[in-house]
């Protein structure tokens, strides 16, 4: 659950939805990069040591995140297998070829994050300091 809150980033946008479609390069299967992510992480002096510590004591690399046209689910690796998946819908607020905008209910909160494609991978800006959480593609 910790994971699912770190990779959540709040952006003011509307609340009406563009499209139930994700672009191309998010569907499938990713799992988080804790090299990456710790690599974009130690980018940003202005992140305190006390939470660095925690960031880098395993605390990204198990998420298993599976997007679809117009639903989502994720588990920890570990912790559910692929047929336990609690998949959701999400709204699209806003899109392009490499980047999404997606509108998301998680623990009763309504959460607006923006996604990247980059490289084969995607990352989300996450935490305060907005560093990036990759996600890498699993089979």
Known sequence: ???LLAITALISMPLSAV????????????KSDEAL?????????????KVRAIFENKFFGSLVLVFGPGYGGGYLEGEQTRTDIPFERFDVM???TDWVILRTRTLGAELH??????GGRIYVLTSKWEFREYFSPLP
Not at 19 to 30: H, L, N, Y
């Open 1 to 3: 659950m910790k994971n």
């Open 113 to 118: 994050q923006q996604w990247f494609c980059e």
């Open 94 to 96: 806003g899109r392009g």
């Open 19 to 30: 499209s139930a479609d994700i672009p191309e390069c998010f569907v499938g299967r990713w």
């Open 37 to 49: 992510t710790l690599e974009d992480m130690r980018k940003h002096p202005e992140v305190t040591e």
